[in-house]
């Protein structure tokens, strides 16, 4: 027999694994060259975590707009436009001279992605059957964790062998090819692939045909902003974690245990790795136990429960353990855990509003850009200020926890009800 031949929406959803990919990658290579940054340009704890913080005040801001307008524009349009302003700024990181031309260079960055991730949710809400959604956001949110721990050693040899600056260069690079192979292979409406079958339509959410169009669907702001609020507040108190492991965990391994570079992105890559499997699982795990329970609200809910728990739990030993083996497994199942959360956090705005979905997880996301504005920058000012790390850990914990309990006040099962009055007063509004 024959190799089973990959369905366009499959080959749609690994030109979006591959955009997650690629995004992170050009995200958070900077952590890893953060130790010969501040070196090469004098520069404190205190002012890299500006640097790091600069990207996500854009990003954050970028958010709820970057989704309404891939809702209206469509995702062809503009992941083409976001990968290109990715690939620039990314690749202008490697001539910046001082910490205000790398805040700038981090604020670009914030922009061009700011709206990526709420635009590719809508590619999939229109590319994916519904059954698939929690699993689609759990493959490239895997992809991400994948940039994650490759990029550590990746972007250490470079440094190796090329420097820090020639990292951000090469990446820019590698964003272009993305945005070309985008714009040559993706439509907005799966009735509009030239290769797409009749039998793979069938199994897609129901298409209008938007051909030439932009959708023009009046979004009712204030009913999808009670609704989405409370993920955003799960999504801040999961995204300050998150956030200390993409900024801060090479320093942490580097600077805490004495490690040299190449060993200190080794035991990271480890870690985030693990984030990896826990994306892949927490999204498959959830659209199982939807299959077979029909219970939406607890595949999504149980799933982010444990997951908060379980981070909350083996987080615990970084305030008490000062041991790089022991700290080190303690991390990435804490890492392993909390990313059983993310599939299921973007999943939650499709099943509440997919109709919105742009709009919807961008308002989701809002939550980590916020605390990617505020981790990173809160966190170097304490080290500075204690001089350990326990005490910006602390903070991670009790966030942890607070998410658990707002978890269990949510129904992600109850969709999203637009009456005619909605849409008149969301008209009037914009």
Same mark, same amino acid.
């Given at each position: 027999m024959g190799r089973r031949k990959l369905s366009i929406s499959n080959k749609v959803l690994l030109l979006l694994c591959g955009l997650y990919f690629i995004a992170y990658v050009d995200r958070v290579n900077i952590a890893t060259a953060a130790p010969f940054i501040e070196d090469d340009l004098n520069l404190s704890s205190s002012q890299m975590g500006f640097i790091l913080?600069?990207?996500?005040?854009?990003?954050?801001?970028?958010?709820?707009?970057?989704?309404? #307008?891939?809702?209206?524009?469509?995702?062809?349009k503009m992941l083409s436009v976001i990968g290109t302003v990715v690939a620039g700024t990314t690749a202008l990181t490697g001539a910046i001279s001082g910490m205000w031309s790398a805040m700038l260079a981090r604020l670009g960055l914030g922009v061009g992605e700011g709206a990526a991730f709420p635009t590719a949710t809508k590619a999939m809400t229109k590319w994916l059957p519904r059954e698939k959604w929690a699993f689609a956001q759990g493959a490239t949110h895997a992809s991400s964790r994948l940039g994650n721990a490759i990029t550590p050693p990746l972007i250490a040899a470079i440094i190796v062998s090329l420097g820090w600056r020639s990292s951000f260069l090469i990446m820019g690079v590698v964003s272009v090819i993305w945005v070309l192979v985008w714009l040559w292979y993706f439509r907005d409406n799966p009735k509009n692939h030239p290769k797409i079958t009749n039998e793979e339509l069938e199994q897609l959410p129901q298409q209008t045909d938007t051909k030439g169009q932009t959708e023009k669907k009046i979004v009712p702001w204030k009913k999808l902003s009670k609704r989405i609020l409370p993920i955003t507040l799960i999504d801040f108190c999961y995204g300050w974690s998150l956030w200390v492991y993409l900024t801060w965990l090479p320093s942490f391994l580097y600077t805490a245990y004495q490690i040299d570079i190449e060993k200190s992105a080794l035991f990271t890559a480890g870690i985030?790795?693990? +984030?990896?499997? +826990?994306?892949?699982?927490?999204?498959?795990?959830?659209?199982?136990?939807?299959?077979? %329970?029909?219970?939406?609200? =607890?595949?999504?809910?149980?799933?982010?429960?444990?997951?908060?728990?379980?981070?909350?739990?083996?987080?615990?030993?970084?305030?008490?353990?000062?041991?790089?083996?022991?700290?080190?497994?303690?991390?990435?199942? #804490? =890492?392993? =855990?909390?990313?059983?959360?993310?599939?299921?956090?973007?999943?939650?705005?499709?099943?509440?509003?997919?109709?919105?979905?742009? %709009?919807a997880s961008g308002m989701m996301n809002t939550g980590f850009g916020i605390a990617g504005m505020v981790s990173p920058l809160l966190f170097g000012f304490l080290i500075d200020v204690t001089g350990n790390w326990q005490v910006p850990f602390s903070a991670s914990i009790g966030l942890l926890f607070v998410g658990i309990i707002v978890t269990l006040f949510i129904d992600p099962s109850k969709k999203l009800n637009v009456n005619d009055e909605d849409r008149m007063n969301s008209a009037t509004s914009e």
């Open positions: 913080s600069a990207f996500a005040y854009p990003y954050c801001f970028l958010q709820i707009v970057g989704g309404w #307008a891939g809702d209206r524009l469509g995702p062809r985030l790795f693990a +984030g990896v499997i +826990g994306d892949t699982f927490g999204g498959g795990l959830s659209d199982k136990i939807y299959k077979k %329970t029909n219970n939406l609200k =607890f595949a999504r809910k149980s799933v982010v429960v444990s997951g908060l728990a379980g981070s909350f739990i083996f987080l615990l030993p970084a305030l008490f353990v000062h041991n790089l083996v022991l700290i080190s497994i303690s991390l990435s199942v #804490a =890492f392993f =855990f909390l990313e059983l959360c993310n599939a299921n956090l973007w999943a939650m705005p499709m099943d509440i509003a997919p109709d919105y979905s742009g %709009t």
